[in-house]
């Protein structure tokens, strides 16, 4: 139940740690992704060595073939998000990202019957949707590619998400990862060649922990879903929005808006009436 909250943590960390890498480094985004999937590789070896698990039915055509359009919409995803990341500064960013836990949503209560559980499924969007309302400003929304990318990135991990539900139950959480990681490293790898002696020695070790960060992060997600579902899984995540500004306001003294306020107000208590519901 509290594995998500632990999940919120890494995420918001997770995502602080690549705009600083995408934004002050100078790192193409078909490069970076290609060094980002690489440290997650190395990363996972350690993980999977203890944890390797792939059980009756991952082999099944049916099975390979969704798991190939996992891959295909992962890929899409972080090369979206990481080509519009090197581009547009957060401010513009965020407000289309953070549509993505709404898109899983509504994929997920579509796709999935057990996933229809109505009290759920609103507290959910209501956290989604003030998410997105508290980042809107009306200078956000100038239409351009690198605008359209975070959309669609949004859409693609939320479809790539809703398509590895129903195959978690064939592979242990490291080692779906591993293999969805391993597969996504190879193509963008063939795709943009890139000169792994233009990184510095400080970049290594922070895409390294961003593998790490990413590794445990999805471990926790997959596992969530399996236990408690997508749409519950997502509402707890929301809390890593919370925790992003919490951490501007403590840290960098950043000053919140009162839309801001009561978005986190309400992602808290939604969060909080879902765990009671629960329990």
Known sequence: ????????????????????????????????TTYEFLAIVIVSLFFVYFTWGVYDGARDAENIIRFVFVVFFAMLANLCIFYSLKRETISEFEPIWLMQPLFTVLLAFSFYADERNWIIVGLAVVASLTLVIAHIKKNHFTWNKYMLAVLLGSLFFAIELNLSKPLLQYYSPFTFYFIRCLSIFVIVALIYRPKFKDLDGKTSWIILLIGLIWVVYRAILYKSYEVIGVVYSTLLFSLSAVLIFLFAVIFLKEKPSARQVISAIIIVICVITAILLGN
């Open 1 to 32: 139940m509290y594995l998500p909250i632990i999940g919120s943590f890494l995420e918001a960390t997770g995502m602080n740690l690549e705009k600083y890498a995408l934004r002050k480094k100078n790192l193409h985004y078909g490069a970076y």
